[in-house]
């Protein structure tokens, strides 16, 4: 297992970066998770990017008049997680996102540790398709987002 600022990951693979030459390194049923605690530092970047202040996410006392009773962690700084499983280790180096449908099942909190989970369902180079079913569970093993992502490979590379 390797840590990086907090993250870790662990491959079904023996590296941990991947650095693909072509479709023939992937095959159907391979598989990548990463995992992540959430912290407030992670929160305040997240919107130091976005701009994203909805008061569910900053404010404690308006989210705590809501039916999830505390601040909820925006769900796309959870769902990033699938692309960097795209980009650094499922398919990996040399492979690009290019879609993710997205299903937020259960609020993410601050201090939740999550796990994301990829796997190749699909492989079809010659329309150069690259199909994955991905899912993020919090530290008591609930999904709390779930959804199916396509990559390529990087033309020039291969």
């Known amino acids: 297992m390797e840590r990086k600022q907090g993250?870790?990951?662990?491959?079904?693979?023996?590296?941990?970066?991947f650095t693909l030459t072509g479709y023939s390194d992937l095959s159907g049923g391979q598989s990548a998770r990463l995992s992540?605690?959430?912290?407030?530092?992670?929160?305040?970047?997240?919107?130091?990017?976005?701009?994203?202040t909805n008061p569910?996410?900053?404010?404690?006392?308006?989210?705590?008049?809501?039916?999830?009773?505390?601040?909820?962690?925006?769900?796309?700084?959870?769902?990033?997680l699938f692309s960097t499983l795209v980009g650094m280790y499922l398919p990996g180096?040399?492979?690009?996102?290019?879609?993710?449908t997205i299903e937020f099942v259960k609020p993410v909190y601050i201090g939740d540790t999550v796990t994301?989970?990829?796997?190749?369902?699909?492989?079809?180079?010659k329309h150069e398709i690259i199909e994955l079913h991905g899912v993020i569970e919090n530290q008591q093993g609930e999904i709390v987002v779930k959804g199916i992502a396509?990559?390529?490979?990087?033309?020039g590379l291969i």
């Open 56 to 80: 569910l996410h900053v404010d404690e006392d308006y989210a705590s008049r809501t039916f999830f009773k505390q601040r909820v962690v925006h769900g796309m700084l959870t769902a990033s």
């Open 116 to 125: 994301a989970h990829m796997t190749i369902t699909r492989i079809d180079p």
């Open 7 to 17: 993250i870790s990951a662990i491959k079904e693979r023996s590296q941990m970066e």
């Open 36 to 52: 992540k605690k959430i912290t407030q530092e992670d929160v305040d970047r997240f919107i130091a990017i976005t701009s994203d």
């Open 93 to 100: 180096i040399g492979a690009i996102y290019r879609s993710q």
């Open 150 to 155: 396509t990559a390529s490979l990087i033309r």
